[in-house]
């Protein structure tokens, strides 16, 4: 067990190295950061001042092992737009994320789970195609355009509900909406499918036969058994939860850790980009082992090889 | 004759698949002795397995079933719910093919048995689970005690179904259906569940219905045997009988494709063909084509079954009633 979890801990290491190097030279690679912030007509000695100052000058490899050595010590850098460090800029961020994330995390599971596991429990039923329905429809349908449809109803029409924004409450309403319809949806088919595949397993009818009531066999037979792949699933959530809301808060205008991502790399701020980028792989590799580690513990089969 | 235990009469069964109505059942008669050992024997897919899920009301929605079976006064087709939970486990028990995946996987061999002692006889979880303890150990498993922490994937498909069978013992019932329990298991094993069924049977007055393909198998554990085909009992008779005077065809067949344990050594001939599916039979009889005494005749309507002795029946046209 102790193998299993240092050989898992050390793979998560070497995805998170990966995605920061990745990260480091797409970012180089893709344009020139001094052009992007200084204005377009400052003079070309301060534009060579600026470089020279964030270490542009120099080669690439060595701006790179520069940043892994100072990266080590816990120093990701400043930004180059308001010379903060960038891990205070990123973290400033975190609950704001949060605060949409969180609770449609919640929204997805207190949706998803009980419709998934309804319709199974009436398989080919008008509440089952219902559900598959809009089930298809949730996941199909990018977040940017379910974003703009909320808008559309609930602040242009109805004017209910401000569509951008984040004086107040209100204004978080329709990010978390936007955000766990697509994921309940996600987690609705998947509970159903985990649910109708533990209904067909002899098990099922064993326990019908030994005298059971329908109402036991499906809340001690079936639920412990469809829980295993559906918490999986609910684990790999968990990951998303700083990452997920790019595009919905770039399309509310909240300010997260997605819209100042969107903003940093427009600007080519480099550090602040690879220090989002670091959060993100860490949070999903992280989410990961959890998963991992839980599985193992939910999953009698996991625990014990045959005799 | 006394009252049978159970009495299934014309027994349908139609399976609603979403496009077309299959029957896989055409009219199923079979009573049971209290105490009796009755085998069902014929090939896959003859409805073996589907005529005690009936009887049990565990086909589920997709199940139309007809007819009767009659049970301590009761009519058990159309029964509430209820009824058939009050039946199933603690008057009629079932076990199955595939014992390691007729448990439950996420929970420890006791905790599986102390739910069937709690519900069946009204124990309490500790009285429960010393009860499972030694109801595995009357089921032949070393150690019981210890075995009872292990999970069903820990344990051999021999030792499962040695659970299961003490899991239908757990209800006291008065008729264990154990459909193919050694199928999937290998041979010495296969000879170990049966004679642990038989010692059961010896101290109790519990009936079984031992399904399986084997007529050899069916021969040497029960006193009686019903030979199914394509969804009929096509004879019904004491094993003694069905091998000094087998009046099927279809059950000469089966008789024909047994090894002898004794005697001269002979090839053995199995049927040609296969069992027709359900949406497709032919005219007539359904062994017609690939039966030896096959004639015209056979085509013109499904033969009824014929009472030839006491006790023995057939469906064949060629089955002359012996009984006045
Ligand atoms: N749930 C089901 N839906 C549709 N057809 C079924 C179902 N269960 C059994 N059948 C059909 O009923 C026939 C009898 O099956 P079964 O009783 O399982 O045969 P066996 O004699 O091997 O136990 C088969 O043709 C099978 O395909
Ligand atoms: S009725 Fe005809 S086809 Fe059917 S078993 Fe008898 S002889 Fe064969
Ligand atoms: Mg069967």
Redesign the interface.
């Known amino acids: 067990m102790m193998r299993y979890l240092a050989g898992r801990l050390l793979r998560a290491l070497l995805t998170i190295f990966l995605v920061v190097t990745f990260a480091f030279f797409v970012l180089r690679l893709s344009g020139d950061p001094a052009l992007l912030i200084m204005s377009v007509d400052a003079p070309p000695e301060s534009v060579e001042a600026f470089r020279i100052s964030w270490g542009l000058d120099r080669p690439v490899w060595v701006q790179y092992l520069r940043y892994i050595v100072h990266a080590l010590t816990g120093d990701l850098g400043n930004s180059m737009r308001d010379g903060r460090p960038a891990l205070q800029l990123v973290l400033e961020r975190v609950p704001a994320t949060l605060a949409i994330t969180i609770p449609a995390f919640l929204l997805k599971i207190a949706i998803g789970v009980p419709a998934g596991i309804y319709a199974a429990l009436h398989r080919n039923s008008l509440a089952d195609r219902m559900t598959m329905l809009f089930s298809v429809a949730g996941f199909t349908m990018p977040s940017f355009v379910l974003a703009l449809l909320l808008v559309l109803v609930f602040s242009v029409q109805l004017g209910w509900l401000p569509s951008s924004g984040s004086e107040g409450m209100a204004n978080a309403i329709l990010p978390i909406v936007t955000l766990g319809a697509a994921g309940a949806a996600i987690l609705a088919r998947f509970t159903r499918s985990a649910m109708l595949e533990v209904l067909g397993?002899?098990?099922i009818?064993?326990?019908?036969?030994?005298?059971?009531?329908?109402r036991r066999v499906v809340t001690?037979?079936a639920l412990?058994?469809a829980a295993?792949p559906t918490t999986t699933i609910i684990g790999f959530m968990v990951g998303t939860l700083i990452a997920g809301a790019v595009v919905v808060e770039s399309v509310f205008a909240w300010p997260g850790i997605g819209r100042l991502l969107v903003i940093s790399v427009a600007n080519r701020d480099l550090a602040v980009v690879q220090t989002i980028l670091l959060f993100v792989a860490a949070t999903m590799v992280t989410a990961n082992i959890i998963v991992d580690l839980v599985y193992g513990w939910?999953?009698?089969?996991m625990r014990?090889s045959?005799? | 004759m006394t009252e049978p235990l159970i009495d299934i009469r014309n027994l349908t069964v139609d399976f609603d698949t979403g496009h077309r109505v299959v029957r896989a059942l055409h009219g199923i008669d079979l009573a049971i002795q209290s105490g009796e050992a009755v085998g069902l024997v014929g090939e896959s897919g003859s409805g073996k397995s589907v005529t005690w899920l009936a009887a049990l009301g565990l086909l589920g929605g997709r199940a139309r079933i007809g007819g009767e079976v009659r049970f301590e006064g009761h009519n058990l087709v159309g029964a509430p719910a209820s009824e058939l939970e009050a039946v199933r486990g603690a008057r009629i028990a079932m076990i199955f093919q595939d014992p390691s995946s007729s448990l439950n996987p996420v929970y420890r061999i006791g905790q599986q048995l102390a739910e069937a002692l709690q519900l069946h006889r009204g124990m309490t979880s500790g009285a429960a689970l010393a009860e499972a303890g030694r109801l595995l150990d009357r089921v032949g498993i070393a150690d019981a005690m210890r075995r009872l922490r292990d999970y069903p994937h820990e344990l051999s498909g021999g030792m499962n179904q040695r659970v299961m069978i003490a899991m239908a013992l757990a209800g006291q019932p008065q008729i264990l259906i154990a459909d193919e329990p050694t199928t999937a298991l290998d041979a010495t094993i296969q000879a170990q569940i049966l004679e642990l069924l038989q010692e059961i049977r010896r101290d109790s007055s519990m009936a079984l219905v031992l399904i399986s393909h084997d007529l050899g198998v069916v021969a040497e554990n029960t006193d009686r045997v019903c030979v199914m085909y394509a969804g009929r009992i096509v004879e019904d008779a004491p094993i003694a009988t069905i091998f000094e005077a087998p009046a099927h065809p279809y059950t000469s067949g089966l008789l024909a494709a047994l090894p002898e344990l004794e005697g001269p050594r002979r090839p053995l001939v199995a049927i040609p063909g296969v069992v027709p599916e359900p949406w497709n039979l032919p005219p007539g009889c359904s062994f017609a084509p690939r039966c030896t005494e096959f004639e015209a005749a056979c085509e013109a309507a499904v033969p009824p079954a014929v009472e030839l002795a006491r006790g023995h029946r057939a469906a064949c046209i060629h089955a002359r009633s012996g009984v006045a």
Do not use: M, V
């Open positions: 397993q002899p098990y009818r064993a326990a019908s036969a030994k005298g059971l009531t329908w001690e037979h412990p058994n295993i939910i999953d009698p089969r014990t045959p005799r």
